[in-house]
């Protein structure tokens, strides 16, 4: 066998040995080991939103708690009284615009009707 034949003949037979190793080692060690801690992340990201949703749970509850009665009383009623403000302004100004444009167009009706009675 010619020299240039056996180094062929070498250099192919290593490439194959080193890419089975690598490969061996990427299917049976590697692959494997990703595999788990892969797991081990979704675990723990599908578990943070339930904590996440508990501890806010939990910290509106306590805030709550520490609010003192009056708080709740005197933020009660400024917040009504501001609801009813705004509700006799809408109604007020609603009212005012649908009885202002009906009565002006009530005028411009009559003016028309006496224009063209002159004619």
């Known amino acids: 066998m010619p020299v240039w034949a056996q180094i062929l003949t070498q250099v192919l037979l290593t490439a194959a040995t080193v890419t089975a190793?690598?490969?061996?080692f990427w299917f049976w060690v590697v692959?494997?080991?990703l595999a788990e801690r892969i797991q081990e992340l979704i675990d723990t990201a599908n578990e943070i939103e339930p904590r996440v949703t508990s501890g806010v749970q939990k910290g509106v509850a306590e805030s709550i708690r520490q609010i003192p009665q009056s708080a709740w009383d005197g933020?009660?009623?400024?917040?009504?009284r501001q609801f009813l403000k705004f509700g006799s302004n809408l109604f007020e100004n609603g009212l005012?615009?649908?009885?202002?444009?009906a009565a002006e167009e009530q005028h411009a009706n009559q003016a028309r009707s006496a224009e063209?009675?002159?004619r």
């Open 116 to 118: 063209k009675r002159d």
């Open 96 to 101: 005012s615009t649908f009885l202002g444009a």
């Open 21 to 24: 190793v690598l490969f061996g």
């Open 75 to 80: 933020a009660t009623r400024e917040s009504t």
């Open 31 to 33: 692959k494997p080991w």
